[in-house]
């Protein structure tokens, strides 16, 4: 195991004016409580975080987000409407309080963005120049599902540094180059960490999975190995048009998701030129698969949400061996239907005879 | 920084009128662009959007490239008012093409529908160019009626190449037209070729694709003898804005041309 360190809260503003030096800093913020009230009534947080520039002189309180925050971490590689006309200087970034589920959900972008015909030079650049910093959780909000998808709620690999909330500082450790050289330049902030703290950070690790199972267990979700098979035979379904009947095709279920990445190419106009735009696009979204003609392969809502599963659940473990599903049930948190990811698979498991083991 | 989004210049060197809505661009692209025969192109015009399609064109011929278009939505309908000399803009090429090598020694059987004749065009080309590798050459053409048949020029000639034979049917006869009236299933009998050593390649609308496909199951073809052009609204073309899903591919990723075998299990292909 590679070597723990410790960060103490009262060593917390030299840790981010180390960082300020050559990152902006982003970091998680109370913006309000408007998660979703747990229906089995285990009086579950609903404070909502959101990832905020930091200016040192503005922020009095620190805070450390016990879960994801409200936006997903895809949000500073692609962005809803951006030019695609040159890489301009990005800024170099410094994110805290990244979630596993997030860190989950890196690898389908990153195998989208970066892998197969050509890698994409704006995501590429974006992600070199941010250094991510996560965190385990202490927390989770009632549509938390990560160990359903068989992902911890603590980072283990993908992140620059880790954060690990103990009582009253920090264990933090590096998980890359680049964390590396901070730690480096660092030293005198973090100490190497005693016996007594790793053991309670393997404490805490353990109890937040036990809590989290429990509130997993509650909802009947079928086992990760199932998923594949029951959104392929449950093609015919009743299920989709049940559900896609309350869908408003607002597309929140895709831009929130952590794993959605389909993008538009556009244009825009800028004065007399025309340039090229990208835009996030939305397979809920009625003119998704349209063509020129007017045939549309996706012509039904309940298409359009079976579409979306079978992407996730059929079509990235066909390809990159991962479902693209983080569990950080973002989709169910927003949307005005009260579609719930959790219930379609538990619905259609149920249908094609899988019982939960 | 190479920026795979940007497209290059291309201007209109000649515009021939193939029927109503349809017209064949001849495009030279700033840069030599060469595609492998069934790879396709996205084409632009500032304002009016960008789309995904097939060259007709001869593979072997890089300074040039012909794209045959039918003007059925918004991009095609400003192309289609182009005039030579403008300028319009291409991506490309993108996709995998047809898999010549799996054609050597074989009998080809080509079944084209409407506009779906251009990609096959290229297709022809590519085959006439080294016909001594392949045993035979059949092209079985459907149109909605004969003035909506494409290429009516070549059509003849390439009929009249040794090694080639070639059969056109129109849906409804019109006119003074004196030949085949039924869509093309109806011409896929008694075809001369051997289908145990035949390999077939389909491109058209969706609905004649699954007919013909259907028919040549019955005549007995296998399902990884036959190719087929499936299309989508590919608007990447890099397998990666996700519009083009086709069960577990990318129809601009891993089609556009695909062996019936891989794909015939997928629901709603047709669609």
Request: aromatic residues 10%; proline residues 5%.
């Given at each position: 195991?590679?070597?723990?360190?410790?960060?103490?809260?009262?060593?917390?503003?030299?840790?981010?004016?180390?960082?300020?030096?050559?990152?902006?800093?982003?970091?998680?913020?109370?913006?309000?409580?408007?998660?979703?009230?747990?229906?089995?009534?285990?009086?579950?947080?609903?404070?909502?975080?959101?990832?905020?520039?930091?200016?040192?002189?503005?922020?009095?309180?620190?805070?450390?987000?016990?879960?994801?925050?409200?936006?997903?971490?895809?949000?500073?590689?692609?962005?809803?409407?951006?030019?695609?006309?040159?890489?301009?200087?990005?800024?170099?970034?410094?994110?805290?309080?990244?979630?596993?589920?997030?860190?989950?959900?890196?690898?389908?972008?990153?195998?989208?963005?970066?892998?197969?015909?050509?890698?994409?030079?704006?995501?590429?650049?974006?992600?070199?120049?941010?250094?991510?910093?996560?965190?385990?959780?202490?927390?989770?909000?009632?549509?938390?599902?990560?160990?359903?998808?068989?992902?911890?709620?603590?980072?283990?690999?993908?992140?620059?540094?880790?954060?690990?909330?103990?009582?009253?500082?920090?264990?933090?450790?590096?998980?890359?180059?680049?964390?590396?050289?901070?730690?480096?330049?660092?030293?005198?902030?973090?100490?190497?960490?005693?016996?007594?703290?790793?053991?309670?950070?393997?404490?805490?690790?353990?109890?937040?999975?036990?809590?989290?199972?429990?509130?997993?267990?509650?909802?009947?979700?079928?086992?990760?190995?199932?998923?594949?098979?029951?959104?392929?035979?449950?093609?015919?379904?009743?299920?989709?048009?049940?559900?896609?009947?309350?869908?408003?095709?607002?597309?929140?279920?895709?831009?929130?998701?952590?794993?959605?990445?389909?993008?538009?190419?556009?244009?825009?106009?800028?004065?007399?030129?025309?340039?090229?735009?990208?835009?996030?696009?939305?397979?809920?979204?009625?003119?998704?698969?349209?063509?020129?003609?007017?045939?549309?392969?996706?012509?039904?809502?309940?298409?359009?949400?079976?579409?979306?599963?079978?992407?996730?659940?059929?079509?990235?473990?066909?390809?990159?061996?991962?479902?693209?599903?983080?569990?950080?049930?973002?989709?169910?948190?927003?949307?005005?239907?009260?579609?719930?990811?959790?219930?379609?698979?538990?619905?259609?498991?149920?249908?094609?005879g899988i019982e939960r083991v | 920084m190479e920026n795979p989004y940007q497209p290059i210049k291309a201007v209109v060197e000649d515009i021939i009128l193939e029927t109503s809505t349809i017209k064949t661009f001849v495009l030279r692209p700033e840069k030599e662009?060469?595609?492998?025969?069934?790879?396709?192109?996205?084409?632009?015009?500032?304002?009016?959007?960008?789309?995904?399609?097939?060259?007709?064109?001869?593979?072997?011929?890089?300074?040039?490239?012909?794209?045959?278009?039918?003007?059925?939505?918004?991009?095609?309908?400003?192309?289609?008012?182009?005039?030579?000399?403008?300028?319009?803009?291409?991506?490309?090429?993108?996709?995998?093409?047809?898999?010549?090598?799996?054609?050597?020694?074989?009998?080809?059987?080509?079944?084209?529908?409407?506009?779906?004749?251009?990609?096959?065009?290229?297709?022809?080309?590519?085959?006439?160019?080294?016909?001594?590798?392949?045993?035979?050459?059949?092209?079985?053409?459907?149109?909605?009626?004969?003035?909506?048949?494409?290429?009516?020029?070549?059509?003849?000639?390439?009929?009249?190449?040794?090694?080639?034979?070639?059969?056109?049917?129109?849906?409804?006869?019109?006119?003074?037209?004196?030949?085949?009236?039924?869509?093309?299933?109806?011409?896929?009998?008694?075809?001369?070729?051997?289908?145990?050593?035949?390999?077939?390649?389909?491109?058209?609308?969706?609905?004649?694709?699954?007919?013909?496909?259907?028919?040549?199951?019955?005549?007995?073809?296998?399902?990884?003898?036959?190719?087929?052009?499936?299309?989508?609204?590919?608007?990447?073309?890099?397998?990666?804005?996700?519009?083009?899903?086709?069960?577990?591919?990318?129809?601009?990723?891993?089609?556009?041309?695909?062996?019936?075998?891989?794909?015939?299990?997928?629901?709603?292909?047709?669609?």
């Amino acid at each position: 195991m590679p070597p723990l360190y410790y960060l103490s809260q009262e060593k917390w503003r030299s840790f981010l004016s180390l960082l300020e030096k050559d990152y902006q800093i982003y970091l998680p913020q109370i913006t309000g409580e408007k998660g979703i009230p747990c229906e089995f009534g285990k009086g579950l947080p609903k404070a909502d975080f959101k990832l905020a520039k930091y200016v040192s002189s503005k922020i009095s309180e620190l805070t450390f987000n016990p879960y994801r925050t409200i936006e997903p971490l895809k949000t500073f590689y692609t962005f809803p409407k951006e030019k695609l006309t040159s890489v301009d200087r990005e800024e170099r970034v410094a994110i805290i309080g990244i979630k596993n589920c997030d860190l989950f959900s890196l690898k389908i972008q990153d195998y989208v963005f970066l892998k197969g015909v050509v890698s994409d030079p704006f995501y590429k650049k974006r992600r070199e120049n941010t250094l991510i910093i996560s965190g385990d959780c202490s927390a989770f909000k009632e549509v938390c599902f990560c160990l359903g998808m068989e992902i911890n709620p603590f980072p283990e690999e993908g992140f620059d540094l880790n954060l690990s909330f103990l009582d009253d500082g920090f264990l933090i450790e590096s998980g890359s180059q680049k964390g590396e050289e901070i730690i480096e330049k660092g030293r005198d902030i973090f100490p190497l960490a005693s016996a007594e703290k790793i053991s309670l950070r393997e404490k805490k690790r353990e109890e937040i999975v036990r809590k989290l199972s429990e509130h997993i267990n509650l909802h009947n979700l079928p086992p990760l190995k199932t998923l594949q098979k029951i959104v392929k035979e449950g093609f015919d379904s009743p299920i989709w048009q049940e559900e896609a009947l309350r869908c408003v095709e607002c597309g929140g279920c895709n831009f929130s998701c952590d794993t959605c990445h389909c993008f538009l190419l556009s244009e825009d106009r800028f004065g007399s030129a025309h340039e090229q735009v990208r835009l996030w696009d939305a397979c809920l979204y009625a003119n998704f698969a349209k063509v020129a003609g007017g045939a549309n392969p996706l012509r039904y809502r309940y298409q359009r949400l079976r579409n979306r599963y079978l992407k996730k659940f059929d079509f990235f473990p066909e390809n990159v061996g991962l479902v693209a599903c983080c569990g950080c049930g973002r989709c169910i948190e927003v949307c005005p239907a009260k579609i719930d990811i959790r219930n379609v698979l538990r619905k259609l498991s149920i249908e094609c005879g899988i019982e939960r083991v | 920084m190479e920026n795979p989004y940007q497209p290059i210049k291309a201007v209109v060197e000649d515009i021939i009128l193939e029927t109503s809505t349809i017209k064949t661009f001849v495009l030279r692209p700033e840069k030599e662009l060469s595609f492998q025969t069934g790879q396709f192109i996205e084409l632009s015009y500032p304002g009016w959007g960008e789309g995904p399609f097939t060259p007709s064109s001869d593979p072997w011929v890089k300074e040039k490239i012909e794209v045959t278009i039918m003007n059925v939505g918004r991009l095609t309908s400003k192309l289609h008012l182009l005039n030579v000399g403008e300028v319009v803009g291409i991506r490309g090429p993108y996709g995998k093409g047809y898999p010549l090598d799996r054609f050597v020694g074989k009998d080809i059987l080509i079944v084209g529908g409407g506009v779906g004749l251009a990609p096959l065009r290229s297709l022809l080309f590519s085959l006439f160019s080294e016909m001594d590798k392949y045993n035979k050459v059949v092209l079985r053409y459907g149109a909605r009626s004969p003035k909506d048949i494409v290429y009516k020029d070549s059509l003849p000639r390439w009929g009249k190449k040794e090694k080639v034979d070639v059969v056109v049917t129109v849906d409804v006869g019109e006119g003074n037209w004196k030949g085949n009236v039924g869509l093309v299933t109806t011409i896929l009998k008694d075809l001369p070729l051997e289908i145990n050593n035949a390999v077939a390649v389909v491109c058209g609308p969706p609905i004649m694709m699954k007919f013909s496909t259907l028919k040549l199951l019955d005549l007995g073809f296998k399902h990884k003898d036959i190719y087929l052009s499936m299309e989508k609204n590919m608007s990447c073309g890099l397998g990666k804005c996700g519009h083009c899903r086709l069960g577990k591919y990318y129809v601009c990723r891993d089609g556009p041309v695909f062996n019936y075998e891989n794909i015939k299990d997928i629901h709603d292909i047709w669609d």
